[in-house]
């Protein structure tokens, strides 16, 4: 949401009482209803869009409170502003219909994979509030040493991008308007959740991740020294790489010792090594060295970025480097409003 903050007095007395209610309703909360949430540390202050001056707001909501936002558009009175609303993914078709029925909006439906590329370069280009968006770890896995560092995107192309939702795909971008999808995998931040709420009977992502946070995926996953007692030399294989995903959990005896939380770390070593591997083999068959992560997979998921960021630097032996970026899941929405302005 674009909040205008060079209104002048005529425009201030000439606007419409539905314009200064929703206004007044996204900027001075935080919070909307039980899950809609402004991330307030994410907002973009004093850009310059379509000649006039303000702040870019960032809000999130699950996907499964699409009704409820649909029909809040509806009691704001949304269509009296504006009937066409620019909108991209999935939910850009699936919801098309309640759009128009229950809100009275038309959508301009965009590609999602347009959306997110011209997103994050755009984010890129306008920077955080004079900070940079973009970033890498130093010293992924050792907590004290570990570092957030600033990475300068200036000349970004060519670069790997792999935009972890639900499932996963990967671009390969050599320009602003050349870039295609190379692959994908089904084995995304959904796989996790699901597979955790089956597992541990958790309920929201942020309880996966919280249980994740303290478990011990060495208990569940079989390991190279478990097998070979050690590294197994002659192929370059450390002891501590995961040689069986979950291949503990075949004895009935390791299986009784294992708690939730090891079983939700697990999951998520396996899904964030699977994708860093994938991520990896696409890198090189393109001839790419930066690879840039992004999706609402890694929202306050710094486990897997840290893994990430360890496992392309291990793997490639320091000739890949995983860079991250503050929007992680909003880069979609930013090509999407950004298209609404041009179409304006």
Not at 77 to 87: E, I, Y
Not at 184 to 192: E, K, N, P, Q, V
């Amino acid at each position: 949401y674009f909040e205008p903050k060079d209104i002048t007095a005529e425009e201030e007395e000439e606007e419409v009482e539905n314009l200064k209610s929703i206004r007044k309703y996204l900027t001075s909360n935080v919070a909307y209803g039980s899950t809609g949430i402004r991330d307030v540390h994410l907002e973009l202050k004093d850009l310059t869009l379509c000649g006039r001056k303000g702040n870019l707001h960032f809000i999130r909501f699950p996907t499964h409170d699409m009704p409820a936002f649909i029909q809040m558009g509806s009691e704001k009175h949304f269509s009296s502003l504006h009937t066409t609303l620019c909108a991209t993914g999935g939910g850009a078709y699936k919801f098309e219909q309640d759009f128009r029925t229950v809100g009275d909006l038309q959508l301009c439906k965009l590609d999602e994979l347009d959306c997110l590329v011209k997103g994050v370069l755009y984010i890129d280009s306008v920077g955080f509030n004079g900070d940079s968006e973009c970033y890498y770890f130093e010293n992924p896995t050792d907590s004290e040493k570990c570092q957030k560092l600033p990475f300068n995107l200036e000349n970004p192309y060519p670069l790997l991008l792999v935009n972890i939702g639900s499932g996963v795909s990967i671009l390969a971008v050599y320009s602003k308007d050349n870039y295609k999808r190379v692959t994908g995998t089904s084995l995304g931040g959904g796989t996790f959740f699901g597979l955790c709420c089956l597992l541990t009977g958790c309920s929201t992502f942020e309880e996966a991740l919280e249980m994740a946070s303290l478990g011990d995926s060495t208990k569940v996953d079989k390991l190279v020294r478990d097998i070979y007692g050690g590294d197994y030399e002659r192929f370059g294989l450390p002891g501590w790489a995961v040689a069986s995903s979950f291949g503990n959990m075949m004895s009935k005896e390791k299986r009784e010792s294992v708690s939730k939380e090891d079983l939700a770390r697990a999951t998520l070593i396996t899904i964030t090594n699977n994708i860093g591997s994938i991520a990896r083999m696409c890198a090189l068959n393109e001839n790419i060295n930066r690879v840039v992560f992004v999706g609402n997979f890694l929202r306050i998921n710094t486990i897997s970025m840290r893994l990430l960021a360890y496992a392309l630097d291990y793997w490639s032996k320091g000739q890949l480097k995983a860079l991250f970026l503050e929007h992680e899941g909003y880069f979609g929405a930013v090509g999407a409003f950004l298209e609404l302005l041009n179409s304006a």
